[in-house]
């Protein structure tokens, strides 16, 4: 079982930053398939990077590469989302997810995630 708290959101004008951090507590989460979704109103759920177990491997879409990264810290059971140049469309809530098992689908399906957070609100304005 894994509890997953994100933080870190909150209003920012565009080209400014933010830092999300997602807390796991339970299992050791670096033992999971992790992904960062994101959702406005009305609209489906989107990822927008994936991390694979151990960290071999991360993906990013293309509206977030170069601007955001993903990182983790084992020792405090904690992924991290830096953003950077930040944009008015990347206004949304924000939810760190976990798959405990595979097979690991790419790009990420909501529905293959066991575990979710209970979101965090980010606003650009410009």
């Known amino acids: 079982q894994v509890q997953l708290v994100e933080s870190g959101g909150g209003s920012v004008q565009a080209g400014g930053s933010l830092r999300l951090s997602c807390a796991a507590s339970?299992?050791?989460?670096?033992?999971?398939?992790m992904a960062w979704f994101r959702q406005t109103p009305g609209t489906e759920r989107e990822w927008f990077v994936v991390i694979y177990p151990g960290g071999r491997s991360i993906y990013y879409t293309d509206s977030v590469k170069g601007r955001f990264t993903i990182s983790q810290d084992n020792a405090k059971n904690t992924l991290y989302l830096q953003m950077n140049s930040l944009k008015p469309e990347d206004t949304a809530m924000y939810y760190c997810?976990?798959?405990?098992?595979?097979?690991?689908?790419?790009?990420?399906?909501?529905?293959?995630?066991?575990?979710w957070g209970q979101g965090t609100q980010v606003t650009v304005s410009s």
């Open positions: 997810a976990a798959q405990a098992r595979g097979p690991y689908f790419y790009p990420p399906q909501p529905a293959s995630f066991d575990y």
């Open positions: 339970g299992n050791t989460y670096s033992s999971y398939y």
